[in-house]
């Protein structure tokens, strides 16, 4: 199969990587705006096209990763240009399968994906929608699965819970980093050097979410695990609900769903 990438920037980069690295580089063509991602991209072993028009002639699955305010300019650059039987992917917040079939015409099979950015690593988190109405084979699933996990795991969710993905995975990176950083000020706030802080935080986060993924275990259960009677974590958890934590984060992931939901299309 020929992926080809429009847009290769924070998202769209990663994405190009691990399709060089399932498709080849000679089978991995992309577009974009900048010189620096056109560069990186060419470093990779990809291919670069110097119009949209071009590059969906000959890919046989496409991968919009752009801005959704963007994507009436590129869908009506590559209408009725797009090879026949190809898939197209959709990559932004609020953007449906409908209304990018509606925009192209025809018989077009779509994918719908909101991924995240930890994928620049290889350990990002896919929510995957395949149209239902469209006749997917076993190969073309199989080939689009591969394409999603060469930059970290998928799941796949019907389309009603798209939204409910993006403070679930796609935003919620970001909650993350915040959360990492204010552990850090913590640890310079206690003498700490701020290089060893952010280590030692980070490391932490990563450690905790392998625990919860490869133990199964309820991240309750793993709290109380740590929660020594009468010790220093649970002095640290009580903080953490006087000061309203999990209803912050809650809030937080609520109101990027309400976002979502106001830029639908």
Known sequence: ????????GNMGYPMLCGAVKVFGGENVCFTCLSETD????ILEGAVYKSSNA???KEADAVVLVVKPYVYDTVLSEIKGKL????????VAAGITISYIKEALGGQIKVVRVMPNTPAMVGEGMSAVTFDEAADFTADEKETIGNFFGSFGSYVELPESLQDAAIPASGSSSAFVYVFIEAMADAAVCCGIPRDIAYKMTAQTVLGAAKMVLQTGEHPGKLKDNVCTPGGTTIAGIRALEENGFRSAVMEACIATFDKVKSMKK
């Open 83 to 90: 090879k026949e039987g190809a898939i197209v992917i959709t």
């Open 54 to 56: 071009e590059l969906v």
């Open 1 to 8: 199969m020929k992926i080809g990438i429009i847009g290769a």
């Open 38 to 41: 056109k560069e990186r991209g």
